[in-house]
């Protein structure tokens, strides 16, 4: 009897049935963060992803354009998804803030992470570069502070400010974020791997020698 026949039967049966739980919806953001309308469709599909379907964003980014990454944070934290950020090469700059404002998290071995200030270009005359540069300073804080709280200490966000470069792997993330949860009070459960994704209503970190991982519900 082939696999066709016996899916059939089970569905077929009058004490069984099957249900669709959702979709798994893979984003892959790899190389450099370009500009915005160049991810129109993802940023679409992101957004109107339902409560049961899961956005697994896979990331091998140097990072890029600062817009286009605070789309992707507004679209992320408007999906009724679970929202999942696969670090899997490099994830630098722009890339750590939207491997930070997922719901979930993973973490390849030998993943290098780099945390930096913006860079930017000024023109124009002398007062108008004078405005552009402080208002640009206040807006980089703000953003800077919000998305790397309880991640980075207060001494760490202040050199990133002073445009200090901060370099770690994937080790230390995945401590980072452990010592977060820890931080904010959620209840850390343990469970094996699997190849599958799954939402989590609660905290989960697991760890293989392949690979790490570490859930929590939570919306930036």
């Known amino acids: 009897m082939n696999n066709k026949q016996d899916i059939s039967i089970i569905n077929h049966s009058s004490n069984f049935n099957v249900k669709p739980l959702g979709n798994l ?8 963060i370009t500009s915005a309308e160049n ?4 940023f679409d599909i992101i957004r109107n992803a339902s409560d049961d379907d899961i ?12 817009f286009t990454t605070i789309q992707f944070l507004r679209a992320m934290s408007e999906t009724r998804a679970t929202t999942v950020a696969s ?4 994830c630098m ?8 404002s997922a719901d979930n998290y993973e973490i390849s071995d030998h993943c290098l992470f780099m945390v930096h200030n913006y860079s ?17 300073r206040k807006w980089s804080e703000k953003i800077i502070q919000k998305i790397y709280e309880n991640f ?8 990133v400010l002073n445009n200090k470069d901060l370099w770690m792997e994937g080790e230390e993330v995945m401590n980072r974020l452990k010592a977060k949860i820890e931080k904010l009070g959620m209840n850390a459960v343990t469970a094996p791997v699997t190849e599958d994704v799954k939402p989590q209503k609660k905290t989960r970190t697991t760890q293989t020698s392949k690979s790490a991982k570490i859930t929590t519900k939570k919306k930036v």
Do not use: H, R
């Open 152 to 159: 980075l200490t207060e001494d760490e966000i202040k050199s």
């Open 55 to 66: 956005v697994k964003i896979n990331i091998n980014s140097p990072g890029g354009d600062l």
């Open 93 to 100: 700059s722009a890339a750590t803030m939207i491997f930070l």
């Open 25 to 32: 919806i893979t984003v892959y953001l790899v190389g450099e």
């Open 39 to 42: 991810y129109l469709d993802c």
């Open 120 to 136: 930017g270009i000024s023109f124009g005359k002398g007062g108008e570069m004078y405005d552009q540069l402080i208002n640009e």
């Open 87 to 90: 670090a899997e090469g490099c």
